[in-house]
T-cell receptor
């Protein structure tokens, strides 16, 4: 039972480079979201999706793009990496109407921008 | 805008002692979560609190929710070293609203349990 799978686990980028963080879930969850975790700030929502073809911005969306063409996948694109995007990124999925409703998180991607 | 605040942010405890972590949030909500995170790891769901007065217990941890006070507590009983981790509370949505899986997190409480 894979749950939420993120790749890569670690990545080093140079300023100005672009890349895509991958996220896939096998639980048929409608809701998926991306968070970044920085020391002392908890996790902050970047973008979220309530279903295939539907995405919206969260609290800190600048510099990131998302799309959701399938229920399973929700990639996060960094358009032009900046040192301020050095962080740990978590993808999460959840299902509306479930008795427990809690979000399930991937293992995270540790990104360093130099 | 929903804000979630935890305190304390750092907690150093001796084994065997009791302590409480507090989670305050700014907008009425009837859904609150507690997560645990070990260093370098993902978030593990501990408790889901879905209504006013909800109380859940698992081992040495007990969580409660008071929606009127906009307060949740995570109580640690007779702490052991294995409980050392970072604990987050997160709020899902305004009361009576629709959940879109959008969580607002507290800053996290770094708990260290010493022998």
């Amino acid at each position: 039972n894979a749950g939420v799978t993120q790749t890569p686990k670690f990545q080093v980028l140079k300023t100005g480079q672009s890349m895509t963080l991958q996220c896939a879930q096998d639980m048929n969850h409608e809701y998926m979201s991306w968070y970044r975790q920085d020391p002392g700030m908890g996790l902050r929502l970047i973008h979220y999706s309530v279903g295939a073809g539907i995405t919206d911005q969260g609290e800190v969306p600048n510099g990131y793009n998302v799309s959701r063409s399938t229920t399973e996948d929700f990639p996060l694109r960094l358009l032009s990496a900046a040192p301020s995007q050095t962080s740990v990124y978590f993808c999460a999925s959840s299902s509306p109407g479930s008795p427990h409703t809690e979000a399930f998180f991937g293992q995270g991607t540790r990104l360093t921008v130099v | 805008e929903l804000k979630v605040e935890q305190n304390p942010l750092f907690l150093s405890m001796q084994e065997g002692k009791n302590y409480t972590i507090y989670c305050n949030y700014s907008t009425t909500s009837d859904r609150l979560y507690w997560y645990r995170q070990d260093p370098g790891k993902s978030l593990e769901s501990l408790f889901v609190l879905l209504s006013n007065g909800a109380v859940k217990q698992e081992g040495r941890l007990m969580a409660s929710l008071d929606t009127k006070a906009r307060l949740s507590t995570l109580h640690i009983t007779a702490a052991v070293h294995d409980l050392s981790a970072t604990y987050f509370c997160a709020v899902d949505m305004p009361a009576g609203g629709t959940s879109y899986g959008k969580l607002t997190f507290g800053q996290g409480t770094i708990l260290t349990v010493h022998p």
